[in-house]
């Protein structure tokens, strides 16, 4: 293997008419299961990636972020479609690129040389060499002074820094990330960004172009060239947001906010006619419609929040400042708030509806009245009332809940629909939950 290289650094604008593609995804699917029974984890996804790109895929989670990621690197094959790497289709592994996951996954019973080396090893590189490079990489990630010391030495963001070392080691052309800095705290996490940038930007580090997942708009626009925004239900890629910000960005630019603010709307997108019939009850024919996850705890703030803002109107970006939340976080609370019918979404800008205010101004019981009505439209509830409703004692076993939405959706997914369900159901006193018995059931005279 040559030594390691040093590139020229890359460029913030739009790729050169003549830049060199390295990745391509035409029509990528993956899917789950059979028949109506299948489940769409991504579906018609078209992307090129081209050299000198830092490209992030940004979206709520389970939009498929992670497993577009495992099919670039070819850790999985996709359902339908096809992955072209320089033009060649991908069969197996990509030995071109490398993936650093949010989990550090290092050796414990290795050093951090010793990490580091271990992909060279598995590359059959002699250990002379394998030690030459390890050090050269680990004095590039600030880590010089460190090469003994072993994982359970270091913080959190020294050994997400060993994870980049061994995966720059192998001298990848596409480097890929799965949110690498959401397991940091919020100072270790800017400064490892921070770093990342600066080896980037010099071209200090030996690749071509960075893929890299994140649920963080922050994040996306402060690091990337391109923010590839994707929605789910199924998965699938809604804007392609070029990113035309000198390095290094100031978060506090009017240029940066309003970019921030752009994708946030993008994400949130807006308030269709007729929202809350989108999708069917489990068994029905059609996309079952899952429950947003958000606690009635949770859109109960949020409509007292919106209630005391200026005309009952907020700016989503604003708001998750103000809220300190992720995006992730409170995208499924503006998505419930509309489902219910509390609150409309349009260019960015959340605004409570007058069946908002009402309930924003209601006492606590006439709030879960005005709940109740509103949830009994909602598919899966009114699947499960229904349920309950044609046993003798109006009453059933979690776990054949469980094994009628793990006919619909994933495991996890199944449980949490669940959760949600019994969550909301039991605020609006639709239904009671027995946790001993693990039992669903309508109490005499509610139902």
Known sequence: ?????????????????????????????????????????????NLQLHEGEFVTLLGPSGCGKSTLLRIVCGLQRPSEGRVLYRQTPLVGINTRATIVFQTFALFPWLSVQGNVEVALKARGVAPTERRERAIDLL?????????????????????????????MAVEPELFCLDEPFSGLDVLSAESLRSELLELWTTGEIPTKAILMVTHNIEEAVLMADR???????????????????????????????SLVDRVYATLAGQTQPEHVELGTAPGEPGRTRVLPPASTDELNGLVERLAEAERRRADIFQLAQDLNYEADELLPLTEALELLGFATVAQGDIVLTPLGETFADSRIQARKEIFSTRIRRLPLVRWALQMLDRTDQNRLERGVFLAALGLEFPPEEAERQLDLLIDWARYAELLAYDGDLEQLFIEVGEE
């Not at 650094?9 to 299961?33: C, F, H, I, K, S």
């Not at 004095?139 to 995966?167: C, I």
């Open 1 to 45: 293997m040559p030594p390691l290289t040093t590139l020229s650094p890359p460029t913030a604008t739009a790729p050169a008419p003549d830049a060199v593609e390295l990745l391509r995804l035409e029509n990528v699917g993956q899917y789950y299961g059979a028949g109506s029974r299948r489940f769409s984890a991504v579906e018609r996804i």
């Open 227 to 257: 923010i590839v925004v994707m929605d789910k239900s199924p998965g699938r890629i809604v804007a392609d947001v070029r990113v035309n910000l000198p390095h290094p960005r100031r978060r506090k630019d009017a240029a940066f906010l």
């Open 139 to 167: 004095d590039r990630v600030g880590l010089d002074g460190f090469e003994t010391a072993y994982p359970r030495e270091l913080s959190a963001g020294m050994r997400q820094k060993v994870g980049f070392a061994r995966a």
